[in-house]
């Protein structure tokens, strides 16, 4: 999924499917530059990828030594993540359990992970549901990293008012978090440089919201 797209209001399962299936499969992208900044200090442990996507993000994690669990609604997109873990050999495929589920709903069964991390998920019901359910999946001192669509991002000029949830502030995800509880370790809006479909390349504007959960 290629970002600067035009986002459309409808999120639903119907949707990704279609935007996965009318798209060419991304094998080979660059793991998202907030992540790896983020990440990269952590020793390994256990992840949750919610919205994984075509697995970009997870196979980096799991190719650094994290066990993973990455999630998507969307069946293609699990298809060719998978494909491509497997490209990769059992070191990386073996780390990763793909798991197709809808986000609004699911809740990892009595697990806890050392890193619950999310990027551009575009929730179709509460953003603020989601993240919750996600920050409750955090293990006692773990670390919950967000990455969303800032407001002032090109993305939110381009989508529709019936999509709110789609761009957010670190600050607004911070507030949410009960200080004693979480320690926030980054709210911050950082730019990206991404190439489009037809070539062009774009600065994109994300929110990057990365939390400690206290022992
Ligand atoms: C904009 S894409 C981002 C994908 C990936 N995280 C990335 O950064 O490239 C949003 C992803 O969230 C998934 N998604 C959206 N709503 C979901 C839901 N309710 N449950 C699970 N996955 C969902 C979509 O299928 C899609 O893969």
């Given amino acids: 999924m290629s970002e600067g797209d035009v986002v459309s209001e409808e999120f639903g399962e119907a949707y990704w499917e279609d935007r996965y299936r009318t798209h060419a499969a991304e094998h080979g992208r660059q793991p998202n530059p907030q992540?790896?900044?983020?990440?990269?200090?952590?020793?390994?442990?256990?992840?949750?990828d919610a919205g994984c996507g075509e697995?970009?993000?997870?196979?980096?994690?799991?190719?650094?030594?994290?066990?993973?669990?990455?999630v998507d609604i969307a069946t293609t997109a699990l298809r060719r993540a998978r494909e491509h873990?497997?490209?990769?050999?059992?070191?990386v495929a073996n780390r990763i359990d793909w798991v197709r589920a809808d986000l609004t709903g699911w809740t990892p069964t009595g697990e806890h992970f050392d890193l619950v991390t999310t990027h551009y998920v575009?929730?179709?019901?509460?953003r603020d549901?989601?993240?919750?359910?996600l920050a409750a999946a955090v293990t006692p001192g773990g670390t919950?990293?967000?990455?969303?669509?800032?407001?002032?991002?090109?993305?939110?000029?381009?989508?529709?008012?019936?999509?709110?949830?789609?761009?957010?502030?670190?600050?607004?995800?911070?507030?949410?978090?009960?200080?004693?509880?979480?320690?926030?370790?980054?709210a911050d809006a950082?730019?990206?440089?991404?190439t489009r479909h037809d070539g062009h390349e774009i600065t994109l504007r994300d929110t990057v919201l990365r939390a400690r959960r206290r022992p």
């Fill in 35 to 48: 992540l790896v900044a983020e990440v990269r200090d952590l020793a390994p442990g256990t992840a949750l």
């Fill in 55 to 70: 697995g970009g993000e997870a196979i980096w994690l799991a190719s650094r030594g994290w066990r993973v669990t990455a």
């Fill in 85 to 91: 873990a497997e490209a990769l050999g059992p070191d």
């Fill in 122 to 126: 575009h929730p179709a019901t509460s």
């Fill in 129 to 133: 549901a989601l993240f919750d359910r």
């Fill in 144 to 186: 919950l990293l967000v990455v969303g669509h800032h407001p002032s991002d090109q993305h939110a000029a381009r989508s529709h008012a019936s999509t709110p949830d789609v761009h957010f502030t670190a600050e607004e995800i911070a507030a949410s978090l009960d200080p004693d509880r979480w320690e926030i370790v980054v």
């Fill in 190 to 194: 950082r730019t990206r440089s991404v």
